[in-house]
């Protein structure tokens, strides 16, 4: 059995992606993690320092596998398309959850700003990727709105489609 700080952001991890954040209890996560209430509290100090957590290991995997899985292509065309076939390997991977950063964006308050940070800089991140893969500003920002429109319109209708509509659009701007 892992340590309970591992088991906690796991539990959490699953539920917060599956649920919601705001669906998902602090005691839901201590029972279903297997831990007494002191020694998530000795973990994090609030569900949203939980939640901050979670993000931040979220991005960590989430950029890991684009990386990996756009890097197979060698020529840039080849790499932006992968990495629209990588929404679609992860669609199919996580029964079109959609994006853990946005769907958590709807659900917090303008005073969760701590959470607020964590998903724009993930979303900036994303932006500098295209940027630097592409190299035309204008261009690279065009390409970002398909790609999160992607994942969102994807999300809503549980398809494939839009994905593969906007790799049709990219082949035909660059």
């Known amino acids: 059995m892992s340590a ?9 991890s699953v539920l917060f992606h599956q649920q919601g954040y705001n ?3 602090i005691n839901q996560i201590i029972s ?3 831990v007494a209430k002191a020694s998530f509290y ?7 320092d939980l939640c901050i957590e979670f993000l931040n290991r979220r991005h ?8 990996d899985f756009t890097s197979k292509s060698k020529k840039q065309k080849e790499k932006i398309v992968s990495a629209f076939d990588f929404i679609i390997q992860m669609n199919e991977r996580e029964n079109f959850r959609g994006c853990s950063f946005l769907n958590i964006l709807s659900e917090i308050s303008k005073e969760q700003e701590s959470i607020l940070r964590v998903i724009q800089s993930h979303k900036n991140d994303l932006r500098v990727f295209f940027n630097q893969l592409i190299k035309d500003e204008l261009l690279a920002t065009h390409i970002y709105i398909l790609f999160e429109g992607s994942i969102i319109e994807s999300q809503l209708f549980q ?3 839009i994905v593969n509509k906007s790799i049709a659009i990219v082949k035909s701007i660059i």
């Open 23 to 25: 669906s998902t209890g």
């Open 32 to 34: 279903e993690a297997n």
């Open 4 to 12: 309970p700080r591992e088991r906690i952001l796991e539990k959490a």
């Open 60 to 67: 960590e995997y989430w950029f890991s596998k684009l990386v």
């Open 42 to 48: 000795q973990h994090f100090k609030s569900k949203d």
């Open 159 to 161: 398809s494939n489609e």
